[in-house]
T-cell receptor, first 110, second 115 residues
Framework: TQLLEQSPQFLSIQEGENLTVYCNSS?????LQWYRQEPGEGPVLLVT?????EVKKLKRLTFQFGDARKDSSLHITAAQPGDTGLYLC??????????FGAGTRLFVKA | SQTIHQWPATLVQPVGSPLSLECTVE??????LYWYRQAAGRGLQLLFY??????ISSEVPQNLSASRPQDRQFILSSKKLLLSDSGFYLC??????????????FGEGSWLTVV
């Protein structure tokens, strides 16, 4: 069974702090996505990474795909209260199915 | 651009009653379609996926069923709801080819409370 393990499960930080969220697996994936979800809404795509070692930046968010395409990280610089939400990683093995991690719930205090 | 819409957004149903959640995708053709369920604040469990009209694959045995009567329409149903069917249901789609990295796009979600 392919699993995506996210850590930490929960993170509460002060505005302005930096943080990193991890997504790990023993499987190799053809692509990996990061989503952000707010309560009562569907997940919204942040980024898709497809190449081992790839680094993508989205304003204060930096995403990295591991060289072996088994893991990924999301780093947020100078977190803001608007960054609060559930961050989900998802991965596809090349077929129709995409698997999801359990998520990291981030709370940024003003 | 492509859009996905599902409804209703919220519903409260008694145990034993039927269920019908509907999802439509606009702006694309031949999409793969998915139904997920999410426990409160947690990850997503794939329930059904469809690669074409009338083609449904079930991932977990359960009290629910899915149908795809049209290319861009996906319906989640139940004949008799159980308390354990309560949850947040998400419809999603992605392209048939892998040009987008198999990225999945989600609808707004439907909160179901079975009482």
């Amino acid at each position: 069974t392919q699993l995506l393990e996210q850590s930490p499960q929960f993170l509460s930080i002060q505005e302005g702090e930096n943080l990193t969220v991890y997504c790990n697996s023993s499987s190799v994936f053809s692509s990996l996505q990061w989503y952000r979800q707010e309560p009562g809404e569907g997940p919204v795509l942040l980024v898709t990474v497809v190449t081992g070692g790839e680094v993508k930046k989205l304003k204060r968010l930096t995403f990295q795909f591991g060289d072996a395409r088994k893991d990924s990280s999301l780093h947020i610089t100078a977190a803001q209260p608007g960054d609060t939400g559930l961050y989900l990683c998802a991965a596809n093995t090349g077929g129709f199915k995409t698997i999801f991690g359990a998520g990291t719930r981030l709370f940024v205090k003003a | 651009s492509q859009t996905i819409h599902q409804w209703p957004a919220t519903l409260v149903q008694p145990v034993g009653s039927p269920l019908s959640l509907e999802c439509t995708v606009e702006g694309t053709s031949n999409p793969n379609l998915y139904w997920y369920r999410q426990a409160a604040g947690r990850g997503l469990q794939l329930l059904f996926y469809s690669v074409g009209i009338g083609q449904i694959s079930s991932e977990v045995p359960q009290n629910l069923s899915a149908s795809r009567p049209q290319d861009r329409q996906f319906i989640l149903s139940s004949k008799k709801l159980l308390l354990s069917d309560s949850g947040f249901y998400l419809c999603a789609w992605n392209r048939r080819d892998s040009s987008s990295g198999n990225t999945i796009y989600f609808g707004e979600g439907s909160w179901l409370t079975v009482v």
